[in-house]
């Protein structure tokens, strides 16, 4: 921040409950630095919830996101404001590489090219969201009130036009990451029910086809017989394949409607963000 002049700032950590040191760390550099800001949550609300509810809590002119393990580099704030001050209202850092096994980069890739083929909107791939956000984003972020935000699409669906900054992701240098297979899932099924209706339609669409098919089968196989009584045998085989196939395709879309049906009753619910637990130097 000293490299730019004439800019006060705010620099607000949000912690997600930790468990580790962390939280007396932070109040030891608050003490000492009232441009510190603190918040301390009741519990661990997730990384969905909880970095949201703090990009709301920021009181200037922009807010800037980022983690807290320098995989987001603060050395790109500079050419942030620089965008920023050209007129654009947000600006994400978007990872052209990342350090991590190769087939997790694959995995990446065809996620963010399935989920640009289904959306409405157009997302912007490879990015977390740690970027700037004009005080006009944010008070339209505010008064959304999604208690369970897919923010990259959240911002996309509002409009603006985004500049992007390219940026190579380090490894995080402190600490252990709390994601999992399981919150990976989250945030990936997140993205597809919050932005696309296509899963739906497809099973529908996949239904028809799929009895269509099965109509000609059995029409074939009737006929087959009809024609060849004495020497066709249908067996077991065919229909146990064709039962387990047509199970498991009814279990994938019944899972998929569970989804949506899942983020409908989030919605209802209306729950908090996060509960606070303390605020330091607010």
Same mark, same amino acid.
């Given at each position: 921040?000293?490299?730019?002049?004439?800019?006060?700032?705010?620099?607000?950590?949000?912690?997600?409950?930790? #468990?580790?040191?962390?939280?007396? !760390?932070?109040?030891?550099?608050?003490?000492?630095?009232?441009? !510190?800001?603190?918040?301390?949550?009741?519990?661990?609300?997730?990384?969905?919830?909880?970095?949201?509810? =703090?990009?709301?809590?920021?009181?200037?002119?922009?807010? &800037?996101?980022?983690?807290?393990?320098?995989?987001? +580099? +603060?050395?790109?704030?500079?050419?942030?404001?620089?965008?920023?001050?050209?007129?654009?209202?947000?600006?994400?850092?978007?990872? #052209?590489?990342?350090?991590?096994?190769?087939?997790?980069?694959?995995?990446?890739?065809? %996620? %963010?090219?399935? *989920?640009?083929?289904?959306?409405?909107?157009?997302?912007?791939?490879?990015?977390? =969201?740690? @970027?700037?956000?004009?005080?006009?984003?944010?008070?339209?972020?505010?008064?959304?009130?999604?208690?369970?935000?897919?923010?990259? =699409?959240? $911002?996309?669906?509002? @409009?603006? /036009?985004?500049?992007?900054?390219?940026? $190579?992701?380090?490894?995080?240098?402190?600490?252990?990451?709390?994601?999992?297979? %399981?919150?990976?899932?989250?945030?990936?099924?997140?993205?597809?029910?919050?932005?696309?209706? $296509?899963?739906?339609?497809?099973?529908?669409?996949?239904?028809?086809?799929?009895?269509?098919?099965?109509?000609? &089968?059995?029409?074939? %196989?009737?006929?087959?017989?009809? #024609?060849?009584?004495?020497?066709?045998?249908?067996?077991?085989?065919? &229909?146990? $394949? =064709?039962?387990?196939?047509?199970?498991?395709?009814?279990?994938?879309?019944?899972?998929?409607?569970?989804?949506?049906?899942?983020?409908?009753?989030? *919605?209802?619910?209306?729950?908090?963000?996060?509960? /606070?637990?303390?605020?330091?130097?607010?």
């Amino acid at each position: 921040m000293a490299t730019l002049k004439g800019y006060t700032y705010e620099q607000i950590y949000i912690d997600n409950h930790s #468990t580790d040191n962390t939280i007396p !760390i932070l109040r030891k550099i608050a003490k000492s630095d009232k441009n !510190i800001k603190i918040i301390i949550n009741t519990r661990n609300f997730g990384r969905i919830r909880s970095p949201f509810h =703090g990009i709301l809590q920021g009181s200037g002119d922009v807010v &800037i996101s980022m983690a807290s393990d320098f995989q987001d +580099p +603060p050395s790109l704030m500079p050419e942030f404001i620089h965008r920023w001050e050209e007129g654009y209202k947000v600006v994400m850092a978007v990872k #052209t590489s990342r350090k991590e096994y190769r087939i997790f980069s694959w995995i990446r890739k065809f %996620y %963010y090219r399935l *989920q640009q083929k289904l959306s409405e909107i157009h997302l912007v791939e490879n990015t977390t =969201g740690f @970027g700037l956000y004009d005080r006009e984003v944010i008070e339209k972020l505010r008064s959304l009130n999604d208690p369970y935000p897919y923010f990259r =699409g959240l $911002v996309a669906d509002l @409009g603006y /036009e985004i500049a992007t900054v390219p940026f $190579v992701q380090p490894p995080g240098k402190q600490g252990i990451t709390k994601n999992n297979l %399981y919150t990976l899932y989250d945030m990936a099924m997140l993205g597809l029910t919050n932005n696309s209706k $296509v899963p739906l339609r497809l099973a529908t669409t996949l239904g028809f086809i799929t009895a269509f098919v099965s109509t000609l &089968i059995g029409l074939f %196989y009737f006929i087959y017989k009809l #024609t060849h009584w004495q020497s066709f045998s249908l067996g077991l085989a065919p &229909i146990a $394949v =064709g039962l387990f196939f047509f199970s498991s395709i009814q279990l994938i879309f019944l899972g998929i409607i569970g989804e949506y049906i899942g983020a409908i009753y989030t *919605q209802v619910l209306k729950r908090p963000l996060v509960v /606070e637990k303390e605020r330091i130097n607010f």
